[in-house]
């Protein structure tokens, strides 16, 4: 591990320290089975490379460069190369919609795409566009004119998209040193250290595979691989992080029997805490919590069956050096209240937004309302709904995480929605959507169901439609 003393405060910092790394590696699962694998001083130099390429475009400085993120080691390479140019780059999933691109960098005036050459030749073009081709298959277009935006000199500021606390999207505005400070305080919570080999199947583009997946891991001076794992080396990740959703496949992988699993970016309910306990029962489990405004981890708990059994689901854990929380407006028997976080990794705000963000960040940016709601169950918060997705049936207000947690209680239900839905006369009543697991009918028994949540629900509670589906909807939040 790299000594207190020594801790990098830019890109360029980082990657002259990777370099000196004797045990750091990057590695690219890709489609031919290949391993693609590339050492700290290789990284570097990947990264000189693309800087040389972009030469010619001093105009980067200062401007906002949308970049679409694919799990490779020439995105990551590429990504850091606009950053040393002072640009300020914005994430998108590599798969986002041509448009809602365009949409995006026009929105937040961006003059520039980086992305795969393949889509940059079927962009429309501004008049002024000119491409930049660049190794790997990459390539740079300008889509606007240049416009310089104000950043602050040594900041080299990232944009991540998100819905958050607001439920809007909007790009969170973050610095690099908060980013790796939140990093390494992420990486030292769950225990990763330079001898893990971690397994990154999260998009770059999100900020818990960015942060806490990329830059942890190098926090660490851990072999990150992105995109998957090569069938031979399997049974040699020791760190892998994934999402409730993603953890499902995980049950059916024998060959995966990892050290530490982390679980995040939506609930983690009981049932599947209890599943992945059981089919991993020497893997030490996180469920880690937080927000991309929050830099973006602010919790690790470790779930144990005590823990749950305690509970009645995952709580909220412990915080991470240095943040601190406080259930604000608490109200009811089950002490329900919002969360407000104080870390020093928290956004500088949402790009070109200053009204949102004095709406959510408090006490001169040194906390944040997040918007999410916790009941205290034995001394310990546990999740029970976003403030957005608060259900309020005649004045009752239901948590629709509390339902949903009941819901997956049931056999043969593998996940489950519950959401609003306008009511003439209760103004909105809950409904659910189902998706069983796969051996059971889609015919799902709706009405035992229901018999069965009555028994531990109030009937205000019990969604009045079920629509029992093979996928949760687009628009599914928890």
Request: hydrophobic share 45%.
């Given at each position: 591990m790299w000594q207190a003393t020594v801790v990098p405060d830019t890109p360029t910092q980082l990657l002259d320290r990777l370099a000196a790394s004797s045990t750091f590696e990057l590695c690219e699962a890709r489609a031919d089975g290949v391993l693609k694998r590339c050492n700290g001083e290789a990284l570097r130099a990947r990264v000189h490379l693309y800087g040389r390429a972009l030469g010619s475009r001093t105009s980067l400085a200062g401007q906002r460069v949308v970049v679409l993120m694919r799990s490779g080691v020439d995105s990551v390479a590429l990504l850091f190369a606009i950053w040393e140019k002072g640009a300020v780059p914005i994430l998108l999933r590599s798969t986002h919609p041509r448009t809602a691109m365009l949409e995006l960098a026009n929105r937040y005036q961006a003059s520039y795409v980086a992305l795969d050459a393949s889509l940059a030749r079927g962009l429309p073009l501004h008049e002024r566009s000119d491409g930049l081709a660049l190794p790997g298959g990459l390539d740079i277009v300008r889509i606007n004119d240049d416009r310089p935006v104000p950043v602050a000199r040594g900041e080299h500021a990232l944009g991540i998209p998100t819905s958050g606390s607001t439920g809007v999207p909007r790009v969170v505005l973050n610095s690099f040193d908060r980013l790796w400070l939140n990093a390494r305080m992420h990486a030292?919570?769950?225990?990763?250290?330079?001898?893990?080999?971690?397994?990154?199947?999260?998009?770059?583009?999100?900020?818990?595979?960015?942060?806490?997946?990329?830059?942890?891991?190098?926090?660490?001076?851990?072999?990150?691989?992105?995109?998957?794992?090569?069938?031979?080396?399997?049974?040699?990740?020791?760190?892998?992080?994934?999402?409730?959703?993603?953890?499902?496949?995980?049950?059916?992988?024998?060959?995966?029997?990892?050290?530490?699993?982390?679980?995040?970016?939506?609930?983690?309910?009981?049932?599947?805490?209890?599943?992945?306990?059981?089919?991993?029962?020497?893997?030490?489990?996180?469920?880690?919590?937080?927000?991309?405004?929050?830099?973006?981890?602010?919790?690790s708990s470790a779930v144990t069956v005590d823990v749950l059994e305690a509970c009645g689901g995952v709580p909220l854990g412990e915080p991470l050096d240095g943040v601190s929380w406080r259930l604000h407006d608490v109200t009811g028997v089950d002490e329900v209240g919002e969360l407000e976080v104080s870390s020093p990794t928290l956004m500088h705000g949402y790009m070109d937004d200053a009204q949102t963000t004095s709406e959510v960040l408090l006490d001169g940016g040194r906390a944040l309302r997040t918007g999410d709601l916790f009941a205290m169950r034995a001394g310990r918060p546990v999740f029970c709904g976003r403030r957005k997705r608060l259900i309020v049936r005649g004045g009752e207000k239901i948590f629709p995480a509390m339902v949903e947690s009941r819901i997956l209680s049931l056999r043969g239900v593998r996940d489950a929605w519950v959401t609003a839905e306008a009511h003439a006369t209760y103004g909105e009543v809950p409904v659910a959507y189902v998706v069983p697991h796969a051996h059971v009918d889609m015919h799902f028994d709706v009405d035992g169901a229901a018999r069965q949540l009555r028994a531990v629900l109030p009937a205000s509670h019990i969604p009045v439609t079920w629509s029992v589906v093979d996928a949760l909807p687009p628009q599914a939040r928890k």
């Open positions: 030292a919570s769950v225990g990763v250290s330079a001898n893990d080999h971690v397994l990154l199947s999260l998009p770059l583009s999100f900020s818990y595979g960015f942060v806490a997946g990329l830059l942890g891991g190098m926090a660490s001076e851990a072999r990150v691989t992105l995109g998957g794992v090569h069938r031979g080396d399997a049974g040699h990740v020791t760190v892998m992080m994934a999402t409730p959703a993603s953890s499902h496949e995980l049950l059916t992988m024998p060959a995966l029997r990892p050290r530490v699993l982390t679980v995040g970016g939506d609930v983690l309910h009981k049932p599947l805490a209890l599943a992945l306990i059981e089919r991993m029962p020497s893997t030490r489990l996180f469920a880690t919590y937080g927000l991309t405004e929050a830099g973006p981890r602010v919790a």
